[in-house]
């Protein structure tokens, strides 16, 4: 979630170095809005004009391509004038105007599989956006409900969704979550990220989300769960070797 400028910065410079320096390709996402926090006195951002402002502010100064998340259909149209990937939220992956209206921007739409659905389901998410005239979808996995306030992932996901689409993203981050386990905040284990992501690559996995911050534990949002900036680098060595 966008916090202040300050810190986009941060962050963008140390992706941009370790970009240069593996060669990998490095998608920088932050949110405008986090709709579907906890509770209502946890921060959101900074709204939709704002956010866009400073996420365009990223690409001319870094060149670094954007992914941000959408959570009702007015917003496609604007963000798919800024970013190069429109992300429908979990909670949100059945949404069928949502997902005609960002696949009608042109864009690349990353769906995240639900937390209730089995990867076989999500055939369905992108059969909207695909209908809708858009072969440009992909799909991240985060996870399944595991009773309460607990995630389990279910790595066979990753190969039954490439039969579906191509590219295959691993929420490495939000796979570790404990959703509302923190007194009206999610909680998380950010120990077994980098676990997450070899998995996922064993799996056959195509690309990787990641939560980083420089000090996560004063993050806005999802700290307990988010990879510390200076431990970023040696997460991507590890998937390159």
Not at 213 to 236: Q, Y
């Amino acid at each position: 979630m966008i916090e202040s400028q300050k810190c986009l910065n941060e962050v963008a410079e140390e992706i941009v170095r370790i970009n240069k320096k593996y060669g990998v390709e490095i998608i920088f996402k932050s949110s405008f809005d986090k709709a579907n926090r906890t509770s209502i006195s946890s921060y959101r951002g900074p709204g939709l004009d704002k956010g866009l402002t400073m996420l365009n502010d990223i690409r001319e100064k870094y060149g670094l391509k954007l992914l941000t998340d959408i959570h009702e259909t007015y917003q496609a149209k604007p963000v798919g004038e800024v970013v190069d990937v429109l992300q429908i939220p979990a909670f949100l992956c059945r949404q069928t105007d949502l997902l005609v209206a960002a696949a009608k921007t042109g864009k690349i739409v990353n769906i995240k599989k639900a937390q209730f659905l089995s990867g076989e389901d999500m055939k369905y998410p992108v059969q909207k956006v695909r209908e809708s005239g858009n072969e440009n979808v992909w799909l991240t996995e985060r996870g399944n409900i595991y009773g309460y306030n607990n995630l389990v992932v279910d790595f066979r996901n990753i190969p039954l969704m490439k039969q579906i689409t191509p590219t295959i993203i691993m929420d490495c981050t939000h796979s570790v979550q404990r959703p509302g386990a923190a007194g009206g905040k999610t909680g998380g284990n950010r120990e077994f990220v980098p676990a997450m992501a070899l998995a996922a690559k064993a799996f056959g996995a195509t690309g990787y989300f990641f939560e980083i911050h420089p000090d996560p534990d004063k993050a806005l949002s999802d700290g307990p769960n988010m990879v510390a900036l200076k431990d970023f680098e040696m997460i991507v060595k590890s998937l390159l070797d």
